[in-house]
């Protein structure tokens, strides 16, 4: 049973730039949340998904959008990338009400 | 504003010394409290979920209890495997299921 799996694992952009990261959840999962980890910070929230709808936003800037596609996968997309995106960013899948599980995460380093 | 706030930052432990972890929280109405293991460059193992005052869960040499404003991750005869960076999250009642994390704790087993 595949667990949440990112993709790409790593990803170097240059400032300006825009990038988009992909998420499959686990098997039976229908929610999809994503967040941003700084190195030596807890995650923090970005968005959440569910019925091919964003559910709830963190207080993230609207360079940051995504998208739930019908099998339940999802995208995060960032525009105009900044110094500061470089971050691990993190998907997690749930059912609806029920336990985050997260997968391995993007690295994204901005230069 | 839901907020999370862990201590230690780092702790170093030698194989067998017993600990605990602290997690101290402020909440609109708590949903639930969850604990997550997350080695280098993964991302968050579920450990545990808490739900109210008085509650206590255990995990082979792991046990999560919580209070009112805190909850605690003891930590009993820790082996080198047990390394690691331990975050606490809580979600609120109110809303969708974001979750808000703490800034977490190194945990460094020595043998």
């Known amino acids: 049973d595949a667990g949440v799996t990112q993709s790409p694992t790593h990803l170097i952009k240059t400032r300006g730039q825009q990038v988009t990261l992909r998420c499959s959840p686990k098997?039976?999962?229908?929610?999809v949340s994503w967040y941003q980890q700084a190195l030596g910070q807890g995650p923090q929230f970005i968005f959440q998904?569910?019925?091919?709808?964003?559910?709830q936003r963190g207080n993230f800037p609207d360079r940051f959008s995504g998208h739930q596609f019908p099998n339940y996968s999802s995208e995060l997309n960032v525009n105009a990338l900044l110094l500061g995106d470089s971050a691990l960013y993190l998907c997690?899948?749930?059912?609806?009400?029920?336990?985050?599980?997260f997968g391995n995460g993007t690295r994204l380093t901005v230069t | 504003e839901d907020q999370v706030t862990q201590s230690p930052e780092a702790l170093r432990l030698q194989e067998g010394e017993s600990s605990s972890l602290n997690c101290s929280y402020t909440?609109?109405?708590?949903?639930?409290l969850f604990w997550y293991r997350q080695d280098p460059g993964k991302g968050p193992e579920f450990l545990f979920t808490?739900?109210?005052a008085g509650e206590e869960k255990e995990k082979e040499r792991l046990k999560a209890t919580i209070t009112k404003k805190e909850s605690f991750l003891h930590i009993t005869a820790p082996k080198p495997e047990d390394s690691a960076t331990y975050l606490c999250?809580?979600?609120?009642?109110?809303?969708?299921?974001?979750?808000?994390f703490g800034q977490g704790t190194r945990l460094t087993i020595n043998p």
């Open positions: 909440v609109s109405g708590l949903r639930g």
């Open positions: 808490l739900y109210s």
């Open positions: 999250a809580v979600q609120a009642r109110q809303g969708a299921q974001k979750l808000v």
């Open positions: 098997s039976g999962h229908d929610t």
């Open positions: 998904y569910y019925e091919e709808e964003e559910r």
């Open positions: 997690a899948s749930s059912v609806r009400g029920g336990t985050l599980h």
